[in-house]
């Protein structure tokens, strides 16, 4: 098992940026590769980043290619997605997700572990 608790959510103006972090704790978290996906009311939940067992290859959704950052650090079992240049459509609750293994799924079935979200609100 693999608890993920996500964190850093809030209200921000468009424009402005946030940081994300998302703490595991359970089994190695290096053997995990990590993801954060988004869910706005009335859609499905998309894909946003996701990042590999070492934190080598990333990869991101190409409406926030540029404004997003995933990263991590195994030594503390973090994942972190700095968000920049924020806008109204990034409104959503974010969550973290992990997968045992190497690969970076963007599909939401590709992920054994989840978070319970954080909420980030945009305003214009």
């Known amino acids: 098992q693999v608890q993920l608790v996500e964190s850093g959510g809030g209200l921000v103006q468009a424009g402005g940026s946030l940081r994300l972090s998302c703490a595991a704790s359970?089994?190695?978290?290096?053997?995990?590769?990590m993801g954060w996906f988004r869910q706005a009311p009335g859609k499905e939940r998309e894909f946003v980043a996701g990042?590999?067992?070492?934190?080598?290859?990333?990869r991101s959704a190409d409406s926030v290619k540029g404004r997003f950052t995933i990263s991590r650090d195994n030594a503390k079992s973090t994942v972190d997605l700095q968000l920049n240049s924020l806008k109204p459509e990034d409104t959503a609750v974010y969550y973290c997700?992990?997968?045992?293994?190497?690969?970076?799924?963007?599909?939401?079935?590709?992920?054994?572990?989840w978070g319970q979200g954080t909420q980030v609100t945009v305003s214009s």
């Open positions: 359970g089994r190695a978290f290096s053997n995990y590769a």
């Open positions: 990042i590999s067992l070492s934190g080598i290859n990333t």
């Open positions: 997700a992990a997968r045992f293994g190497s690969v970076i799924p963007a599909q939401q079935g590709g992920y054994d572990y």
